[in-house]
Nanobody
Framework: QVRLVESGGGSVKVGGSLTISCEVS????????LAWFRHVPGMEREGVAS???????VYAASVIGRFTISRDNNENTVSLKMNNLKLEDTAIYYC???????????????????????WGQGTQVTVSS
């Protein structure tokens, strides 16, 4: 059974920084493309960033220059470091993983949710003024 467990969510002021992490089952970690998505109730889920096994990453245009995705192969984790946070970054952030060949990007540049079959439970990130 594949498990993804997020951690590190919380509250932060506008302009602040926060890093969230996700531990991924060892059974798929090495072969998987790993991604972060976010969801605000009432809105569509948004692909934020992804990183493949070659450490190639893609980002949604809204987070370029502010967010950095990274993977730690020793710890089987993927992290998302978020700097210069804005009110509109408030959302539930989900970690996702899949081992398929070929991944799509949205028109905004981020990963596509339909490409991922394994998901974490989500972690809340709240940015306040």
């Amino acid at each position: 059974q594949v498990r993804l467990v997020e951690s590190g969510g919380g509250s932060v002021k506008v302009g602040g920084s926060l890093t969230i992490s996700c531990e991924v089952s060892e059974s798929i970690y090495g072969r998987a493309c790993l991604a972060w998505f976010r969801h605000v109730p009432g809105m569509e889920r948004e692909g934020v960033a992804s990183v493949n096994g070659f450490r190639q990453s893609v980002y949604a245009a809204s987070v370029i220059g502010r967010f950095t995705i990274s993977r730690d192969n020793n710890e089987n984790t993927v992290s998302l470091k978020m700097n210069n946070l804005k009110l509109e970054d408030t959302a539930i952030y989900y970690c996702a993983a899949d081992t398929r060949l070929g991944f799509q990007q949205t028109s905004a540049g981020g990963p596509v949710a339909a490409d991922y079959s394994n998901w974490g439970q989500g972690t809340q990130v709240t940015v306040s003024s």
